[in-house]
C-alpha cells in the first residue's frame, strides 16, 4: 500500500463524524417519544400553516379540470413578464431539444438515436393544460420538469410555447408596420 493511501486509511478508520449523524435524536412517525409530555412524536402544525400549494387552485396545480381532462386555457393572468419569464425558462430547460423557435430542431435533436422531440406547433390544437401536464410528468422520452420548475414557471413555459407557435404561423401583414418594415429588410 501506497504511504498516501495508507495515511487517508488510518485517518478514516478513526474519524467518527459519520456515526453520529446516524444515532441522533429525531422523531419517527407514528412512534412515541419521550422529548414531548403527551408522548406523541407527530406535531400538528402551528397555526396559519399552508401545506405546499395548497394555496392554489387544483386547475392552476394540475392543469386539469375537475372531471380530470386538460384545461383549455392557461389559469395565470397572461403578463409581459410572465411571458419573458416563460421564454428564459424555455431556452434554459426545453429548447436544447425542441429548438428555439420551438420547430423539434436542434443540434440535440439531431443527434438524438432514438426519435426526435416533436414541432411544439403540431400541437397547435391542444388544450394549455395538456402542455402543462407534459412540462410537469414528461411523455414518452422526455422527463418530468416539475422538481426544476415551479407552478408560475410551468405555466409561463406553456405561454411561451403559444406564443411561439403564433409568431410561426403569423403572416407578414399581421406583423405591426415597424416589424414588418424590419423583416422586409432582412434585418434581425
Known sequence: MRPAALAAA?????????????EQDKV????????Y???????????????VGAALSPEVRTGLAPDGTPIPR?????TPELLQAGRKRFEIVC???HGLTGDGKSLVARNMSLRPPPSLHDY???????????VSKGFGLMPAYSAELTVEER???????????????????QAPPEVRARLQRGAP
Open 10 to 22: 488510518l485517518l478514516v478508520a478513526g474519524c467518527d463524524v459519520f456515526d453520529p449523524m446516524m
Open 124 to 134: 397547435g390544437a391542444r388544450p394549455d393544460g395538456y402542455f402543462y401536464q407534459v
Open 28 to 35: 419517527r412517525p407514528y412512534r412515541p417519544s419521550d422529548f
Open 37 to 51: 409530555d403527551d408522548g406523541i412524536a407527530m406535531r400538528a402544525p402551528p397555526a396559519g400553516t399552508v401545506a
Open 74 to 78: 392557461i389559469p395565470l393572468t397572461l
Open 95 to 97: 429548447a436544447a431539444c
Open 155 to 173: 405555466w409561463a413555459v406553456v405561454a411561451y410555447v403559444r406564443a411561439l407557435q403564433l409568431s410561426q404561423r403569423a403572416r407578414l401583414e
